[in-house]
């Protein structure tokens, strides 16, 4: 059973964080510098369980170009089971629901591009790097 909810406590950040951690830092080897930044406090965080067991995360925050998607992970033995799609489906409901008319954007890393196209992304303007990963900018059309 998958479980996603918004973070309102201290423990659930934290499992959160773990997860950003194995996925970004360690699987991804992007800098813990780059990986914490100062939209922590600001950004609107949640977390994916699969029976109970902490295993994806995002967040999402409001910028000056819209609202920007941002820290999907998930845990490497937790995917391909619909937990990304899960995690991305509550995170936009809440998105729509605060900000109906703002446009929604993300940073999708290249082997991500197909799995947000999906979800009714499209990638705009010429690939970039961050952290050493190729990214497309990529903005929701649904």
């Known amino acids: 059973m998958i479980t996603i909810t918004k973070i309102t406590d201290k423990s659930d950040l934290e499992a959160a964080y773990a997860v950003r951690e194995k996925v970004f830092v360690e699987e991804q080897q992007v800098p813990r510098e780059e ?9 609107q965080h949640y977390l994916a369980r699969y029976n109970t067991i902490p295993c994806g995360a995002a967040r999402w925050r ?14 490497a033995d937790y ?15 809440d998105v729509k629901a605060a900000y109906p008319n703002e446009v929604v954007y993300l940073h999708a890393q290249v082997p991500a591009v197909p799995f947000y196209g999906r979800q009714g992304f499209v990638a705009e303007g010429p690939m970039f790097s961050e952290c050493d990963i190729d990214h497309y900018k990529m903005i929701l059309h649904a």
């Open 35 to 43: 990986e914490y930044d100062e939209f922590e406090e600001i950004a």
């Open 62 to 75: 409001k910028t000056n170009k819209g609202i920007k998607l941002e820290r999907f992970a998930v845990l």
């Open 79 to 93: 995917r391909n089971k619909a937990i990304g799609s899960r995690i991305l489906e509550q995170v936009l409901q």
